[in-house]
């Protein structure tokens, strides 16, 4: 059993964490209520601005759309940015799948646009020893889906002279294990029940496991890339749900002499059959993954994502969509990077003008060539 963080008795509260992603009533996260609970920041209009004028380019549709919405400290990265002083990027990914579905893409597709706007190195962690733990997978299993999706994380296109990536089962050992004992040493097992909501019956790996994710925010972690800049900053984009591991490792890191690590932290993606959560990989059918056909696209599309369109056609020209549910618009927002053209079917759709099938169609699209643009970058 799970023992899940803030779970009253009787009543069913929203729980974000990395292993559980479920909202109040199976209704929708209140992302609101999880910046106050967490201790984050929320993305203003000014931040958005502030990043427009350094980096000379328009945000990200990521961020103009408020799918990155939350932060930690980003304003001093960016004041450190101004003076001239770099940091570097981590993000990461627990492979748990043979492929990669839209919403694993996207702290990756967001991750390769900060290092091209700030042109800064990244680190993508594979966090192998923690699927072989709460997976249950075997640790040659584990690590053989590393190595898929490490394909796929390629695939996105980083810049490949400023980018390492690794495996934890590979890579830990001398100066990131060094690291990993000394942030151990500054967390109580109180402290890890309290943020992870561990139990009496987790075995000891899982316990354990938090420093892993911990370390790569530390340059002194990577001494081949940061060897004698001990000081530059991390900036770590991932989904909220990562957030307990940050919070831990930005407690730890004064007390061991070390920068706190910034972040950046997105909203999640929501299943095709409507927001309730993020994305399963283990129901085929609610998720639309890098690895499927133009034809298995507009399939799923068409049979499964959930449309907020009216059930009869009159009924539609008269009442239009509800967008608040709609999967299809919800998906365009995400990925149709036209600003014009996304308000102009928020007009039509909404006031039902515009059918569903006609955003269904107009998705496939944009999913296909967004996928087989995926698919072409990998085989480079
Ligand atoms: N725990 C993450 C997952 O299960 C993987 C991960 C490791 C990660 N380090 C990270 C995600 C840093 C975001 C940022 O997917």
């Given at each position: 059993m799970e023992k899940r963080e803030g779970e009253g008795e009787g009543e069913e509260e929203q729980v974000v964490n990395p292993w559980t992603v479920s909202a109040k009533g199976g209704g929708k996260i209140d992302y609101d209520k999880l910046i106050d609970q967490f201790g984050c920041q929320r993305i203003d209009q000014s931040l958005v601005d502030r990043i427009h004028r350094l980096t000379s380019r328009s945000p990200h549709v990521f961020l103009r759309r408020g799918v990155f919405f939350a932060h930690r400290d980003l304003n001093e990265i960016l004041d450190a940015y101004e003076r001239g002083e770099k940091f570097y990027l981590y993000t990461g990914r627990?492979?748990?799948?043979?492929a990669l579905h839209l919403g694993h893409l996207i702290p990756f597709m967001f991750t390769k646009y900060l290092q091209e706007a700030f042109k800064v190195p990244l680190v993508i962690q594979l966090t192998d020893d923690e699927k072989c733990m709460?997976?249950?997978?075997t640790v040659e299993e584990s690590q053989r889906l590393a190595r898929e999706n490490a394909k796929d994380i390629i695939a996105c296109g980083f810049d490949v002279t400023r980018t390492f990536i690794f495996s934890d089962f590979d890579y830990v050992g001398g100066a990131f294990y060094k690291n990993m004992v000394k942030v151990g040493k500054c967390v109580t097992y109180n402290k890890v029940v309290g943020i992870f909501?561990?139990?009496?019956?987790?075995?000891?790996g899982k316990v354990s496991f938090p420093p892993v994710q911990a370390v790569?925010?530390?340059?002194?972690?990577f001494p081949h890339l940061?060897?004698?800049?001990?000081n530059l900053r991390c900036l770590i984009p991932c989904?909220?749900?990562?957030?307990p591991y940050f919070r831990m490792t930005r407690d730890v890191a004064p007390r061991i002499g070390y920068q706190k690590p910034a972040l950046i932290e997105s909203s999640f993606f929501p299943a095709m059959q409507g927001e309730t959560g993020k994305m399963s990989?283990?129901?085929?059918?609610?998720a639309i993954y890098v690895t499927d056909s133009a034809k298995e696209i507009k399939n799923k599309i068409n049979r499964y994502?959930?449309?907020?369109?009216?059930?009869?056609i009159e009924k539609h020209r008269e009442?239009?969509?509800?967008?608040?549910?709609?999967i299809p618009f919800k998906y365009l927002s995400f990925f149709l990077d036209d600003d014009a053209k996304l308000e102009e079917i928020r007009k039509e759709y909404g006031a039902g003008r515009m059918l569903t099938g006609e955003v269904k169609q107009l998705l496939i699209q944009v999913l296909t060539g967004l996928v087989e643009r995926h698919v072409g970058l990998g085989l480079l």
């Open positions: 627990g492979p748990s799948s043979e709460w997976k249950n997978l909501g561990f139990t009496g019956e987790d075995h000891i790569p925010s530390f340059p002194s972690s940061f060897g004698g800049q001990d989904a909220i749900d990562q957030d990989a283990s129901d085929p059918n609610s994502a959930f449309s907020g369109g009216q059930d009869s009442l239009g969509a509800n967008l608040e549910v709609d």
